[in-house]
């Protein structure tokens, strides 16, 4: 592999000036570890494993070199398919991943898709007839339209598995086999895990051929770029404390991890009857309630103070994972349990 250890830029990794552009726009001075490796092992073509977490900068690691093998190549998604196909284990990722291909697509004339279940069969329909560059797909609701014949992955040129590891754990990895199965042998490959227990390396032999692997982190550690802290204290003093450290100045937006779904309902109680605005999102609740809590958390013109996205567990390595804030002395920051 090229040694990249003293790449510092973007432009040294080879990436073309539409996407430099979309990145000083963004703001990104550098490439994170992840991106320093990957970038140029997917623009040539090759196919990569990542053994990376959310929050290392992993999905421009890979949005960005495919956006360029796109244009590179330009020409037009086939009627009811997709160029490039990224599957991702929940809507709420999926739609994050989506959102980063669409900032960095934007002077390239990309179009950049979601399919994801709980929502309406037609506008997906509609947006697949056309055939899509890159489509960002929960397996269960893709599996759906496969069978509807109103998706086609076979002319797929690139694949993306993203989180391999929860995608375990959620139980797809049955529909990722029967996807793959579908796909043409020459294509290539993407996949990423923050974990690699044995049935994921398994899978990983089964869909990379001959892949470059890429670490930023060894398995199961901590993203360096998240300060942490442990508050030891009573049980009873729990939701009293988190209270008073969510109405401390400067704290802004706020995800809270709990066990179980209705602690994350009791809690987002607790807080609003302390008059602190919370929101709390989990697998009992609608899509329409889901992303009306994310709307909320995610609005730029937020008071300070407010609003506190409540997921469990499992919703919540959908849709906070990634998020950094900076914990401050005594404040507790917790994540999920790995996969
Ligand atoms: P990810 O691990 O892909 O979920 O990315 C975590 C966060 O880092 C996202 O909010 C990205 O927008 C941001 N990010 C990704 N790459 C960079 C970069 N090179 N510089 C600054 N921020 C970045």
Redesign the pocket.
């Known amino acids: 592999m090229k040694d990249t250890t003293h790449v510092t830029q973007f432009s040294d990794l080879g990436l073309a000036k539409p996407l430099l552009k979309a990145?000083a726009e963004?703001?990104?001075?550098?490439?994170?570890p992840i991106?320093a490796q990957a970038i140029p092992v997917v623009l040539q073509g090759k196919d990569l494993l990542g053994i990376?977490?959310?929050?290392?900068?992993?999905?421009?690691?890979f949005a960005l070199p495919i956006l360029q093998r796109l244009a590179e190549d330009r020409k037009p998604a086939p009627r009811r398919g997709f160029r490039c196909l990224v599957l991702s284990p929940t809507r709420e990722l999926a739609t994050?991943i989506a959102e980063?291909f669409k900032a960095y697509a934007v002077h390239m004339g990309l179009s950049v898709h979601t399919i994801y279940g709980g929502v309406k069969y037609g506008p997906q329909m509609k947006a697949l007839a056309g055939g899509i560059d890159v489509l960002v797909a929960t397996p269960g609701r893709l599996m759906d339209h496969m069978a509807e014949k109103s998706a086609i992955v076979s002319g797929t040129e690139i694949f993306v598995l993203d989180e391999a590891d929860q995608m375990l754990d959620l139980g797809f990895v049955v529909p990722i086999r029967k996807i793959a199965a579908q796909l043409t042998k020459n294509r290539q490959n993407l996949f990423f895990s923050a974990t690699m227990p044995s049935e994921i390396g398994k899978l990983a032999g089964e869909l990379l051929n001959n892949p470059v692997q890429v670490s930023v982190a060894p398995q199961a550690t901590t993203v360096e770029r998240i300060d942490q802290r442990v508050l030891f204290i009573e049980a009873q003093r729990k939701r009293p404390l988190l209270a008073e450290i969510l109405a401390e100045p400067g704290v802004e937006r706020t995800i809270v991890f709990t066990r179980t779904k209705r602690g994350a309902d009791r809690v987002a109680k607790y807080l609003n009857a302390a008059g602190i605005e919370a929101a709390s999102i989990h697998g009992d609740k609608t899509q329409g309630q889901r992303e009306r809590a994310l709307a909320e958390g995610h609005s730029e013109g937020h008071p300070p103070d407010d609003p506190v996205l409540r997921p469990s567990q499992r919703q919540a390595a959908g849709c906070g994972?990634?998020?950094?804030r900076q914990a401050g002395p005594g404040r507790e920051v917790r994540r999920p349990a790995q996969g």
């Open positions: 990145l963004k703001g990104y001075k550098e490439p994170t991106q990376a977490q959310t929050g290392t900068g992993k999905t421009a690691a994050q980063n994972r990634g998020r950094r």
